[in-house]
């Protein structure tokens, strides 16, 4: 139903638009201030530009440290992706299929890392990983990104296994599928969409992870955020603008990307009938 239209409702309609695209501006100005630095032809960030250039990319192209440091980011966040992935999509569904008395405290055990302070979890990690020898090492990144994105892919999965018809694991089970069988064959083509993002954000999450690194990671394991976070202190480079135009780039074509599998979960839905 749509608003009176009265002098008085278009006014507010007015202020609605035009608080909602202030807020936008606020929380997009500093993106759309830093893409053109990474262009600038001078050495510094500043305004006015004194040119246009690509030297920067150049540099960040050219540089070993930024290059591995973008490989060590897709290694681990590639690794960390997969386990949590796996790990967040069993305890979802298992956390859906069961009816423990107890659900509400592992759910809130499972999602800690999302509200625990990311200098909190580097601590307690570094004080785990050091007597094992995990520190300094990629596999030790690899399971602390796990354990900070799993939680991310708890929520999406969990969110889309509540519009799934338990019907379909009887009818399943009436036809002799195992439970690891209707899993593979009924549950998982259906919840795939929602998989497939709780991947992207799991990815994201690992790929935008700095504190863990500066606590973790040593030479061998600088990602491109620990790089940048170095770059700041040690010789500031407009270079650390092309990464970050970089980065915002890939997170667009991230969130595009859940944006689509959200949409293919909704028709997939209203083609099987699910609420």
């Known amino acids: 139903m749509s608003a009176p239209r009265t002098p008085l409702g278009r006014l507010g309609r007015v202020v609605h638009w035009a608080f909602t695209l202030a807020v936008l501006a ?14 600038s032809a001078g050495s510094f960030l500043h305004y006015p530009l004194p040119g246009l250039s690509l030297q920067w990319y150049r540099e960040f192209f050219g540089s070993p440290f930024w290059i591995d440091s973008v490989v060590n980011s897709l290694i681990i966040g590639a690794g960390a992706t997969a386990l949590a992935t796996t790990l967040g999509t069993l ?3 298992g956390l859906w299929l069961a009816r423990l008395p107890g659900r509400g405290v ?4 499972l999602i800690a890392p999302m509200v625990v302070p990311s200098v909190v979890a580097a601590v307690g990690l570094l004080f785990a990983y050091a007597p094992v020898g995990l520190a300094n090492s990629h596999a030790g990144m690899i399971l602390a990104h796990t ?8 929520v999406t999965v969990s969110a889309t296994l509540s519009g799934f018809d338990r019907t379909l694991l009887r009818a399943a089970a009436a036809c002799g599928a195992g439970p ?4 593979r064959r009924v549950v998982l083509p259906l919840i795939a969409p929602g998989v497939a993002a709780g991947a992207l954000f799991a990815f994201a999450i690992s ?9 973790l990671a ?15 202190n040690d010789n500031l480079s407009l270079a650390i603008a092309a990464a970050a135009t970089i980065l915002i780039a890939l997170s667009i074509l991230l969130m595009a990307s859940v944006g689509w599998l959200r949409g293919r979960a909704a028709r997939l839905a209203a083609r099987t009938g699910q609420p």
């Open 26 to 39: 606020f929380l997009v100005a500093p993106i759309l201030a830093i893409v053109p630095l990474s262009f």
């Open 91 to 93: 305890a979802a569904f």
């Open 106 to 109: 592992v759910v809130a055990v």
């Open 147 to 154: 354990a900070l994105a799993a939680p991310f892919v708890v």
């Open 180 to 183: 690891a069988t209707a899993f």
């Open 207 to 215: 790929l935008d992870e700095v504190v863990v690194a500066l606590f």
């Open 218 to 232: 040593g030479p061998g394991q600088r990602t491109l955020p620990r790089q940048m976070f170095a770059g700041l």
